[in-house]
């Protein structure tokens, strides 16, 4: 089944600083990466989402870039708040399943 | 708000025993997940139903079960329960059981085995 691997697994910036997440993925027939966020005790909530047959995807601050070629996938965030702090997660599914590979998670702490 | 309800929130319990946590979908969501979030295994998906009927299956034990219902809610059962099944339990919701439709999380249940 589809393996996806996220690094690093926490990440420290200061604010305004730009932060990069990245996230490999093992089937190359996966064609669905959305990123979602997790604050303290609360629920994953997506942020951003790419298909396969884009390589980069835009919103505000956030941006989310694909290699297929390389299979792996990034998340960026430009001119980090502290609001930003919290766990991310990177995903993927295969087509015709809308069922999602979790990546670990990536703690982001961004300091004052 | 995701518009997707989990009840109880916190549920604290004995070795052994059995639970049920309730979830209730999106309005005109068909499709049902549940996942289960350890500190040391991320999110971890348990199994899906789709409009009633099981479409996928993941890293579920076999004291666990799930069931989705007419009305759309789903139930996951957990039974004979060991103090490393405490985590928190989150069911998510989507449109359809396609492959690139936006899964909608809810606020969780946070299970504690004594």
């Known amino acids: 089944g589809e393996n996806v691997e996220q690094h690093p697994s926490t990440l420290s910036v200061q604010e305004g600083d730009s932060a990069v997440i990245k996230c490999t993925y093992s089937?190359?027939?996966?064609?669905?990466f959305p990123w979602y966020k997790q604050e303290l005790g609360k629920r994953p909530q997506l942020i951003i989402d790419?298909?396969?047959?884009?390589g980069e995807k835009k919103d505000q601050r956030i941006a989310v870039t694909l290699n297929k070629t390389a299979k792996h996938f990034s998340l960026h965030i430009t001119e980090t708040q502290p609001e930003d702090s919290a766990v991310y997660f990177c995903a993927a599914s295969l087509p015709g399943y809308s069922t999602l590979t979790f990546g670990k998670g990536t703690m982001l702490l961004v300091s004052p | 708000d995701s518009g997707v309800t989990q009840t109880p929130k916190h549920l604290i319990t004995a070795t052994g025993q059995r639970v049920t946590l309730r979830c209730s979908p999106r309005?005109?969501?068909?499709?049902v997940y549940w996942y289960q979030q350890s500190l040391d295994q991320g999110l971890q998906f348990l199994i899906q139903?789709?409009?009633?009927?099981?479409?996928a299956k993941g890293n579920i034990l076999e004291r666990f079960s799930a069931q989705q219902f007419p009305d759309l809610h789903s139930e996951l059962n957990l039974s004979s329960l060991e103090l490393g099944d405490s985590a928190l339990y989150f069911c998510?919701?989507?449109?359809?059981?396609?492959?690139?439709?936006?899964?909608?999380f809810g606020p969780g249940t946070r299970l504690t085995v004594l």
């Open positions: 139903y789709y409009n009633g009927e099981e479409r």
């Open positions: 089937d190359s027939a996966s064609n669905y």
């Open positions: 309005s005109g969501d068909l499709s």
């Open positions: 998510a919701s989507s449109v359809g059981a396609g492959d690139t439709d936006t899964q909608y």
């Open positions: 790419i298909r396969s047959n884009v």
